[in-house]
């Protein structure tokens, strides 16, 4: 089982940045797909970012494209999403998931692909 742990989250103004990372521990997480959901008030679960474990192949939801980049440190067992450009409709509880996968180059976009999930960090943005 591998538990995940989210961080960086915060309160920040509309064009600000910040950093998000997860910790994973219970297992080496080098051949798992790494992925950044995040749930808005009232709404579903969605998709926000993803990485493979061995291509580094990334995929992004349209909504972010251009201002969060995800990346990982295989090293230290941790994934990174980087957000910047910030704009309120970015507001969420954002969470981190892993899933071990045979395939180096797969990266994983739907919910129900992963079988881990952390607790969640707060990521509001002010206007």
């Known amino acids: 089982q591998v538990q995940l742990v989210e961080s960086g989250g915060g309160s920040v103004q509309a064009g600000g940045s910040l950093r998000l990372s997860c910790v994973a521990s219970?297992?080496?997480?080098?051949?798992?797909?790494m992925g950044w959901f995040r749930q808005a008030p009232g709404k579903e679960r969605e998709f926000v970012a993803a990485?493979?474990?061995?291509?580094?192949?990334?995929s992004y939801a349209d909504s972010v494209k251009g201002r969060f980049t995800i990346s990982r440190d295989d090293a230290k067992n941790t994934v990174y999403l980087q957000m910047n450009s910030l704009k309120p409709e970015d507001t969420a509880v954002y969470y981190c998931?892993?899933?071990?996968?045979?395939?180096?180059?797969?990266?994983?976009?739907?919910?129900?692909?992963?079988?881990?999930w952390g607790q969640g960090t707060q990521v509001t943005v002010s206007s």
């Open positions: 219970g297992r080496i997480v080098n051949n798992y797909a």
């Open positions: 990485i493979s474990w061995s291509s580094g192949s990334t």
């Open positions: 998931a892993a899933t071990r996968t045979f395939l180096g180059s797969i990266v994983l976009i739907t919910i129900r692909e992963y079988r881990n």
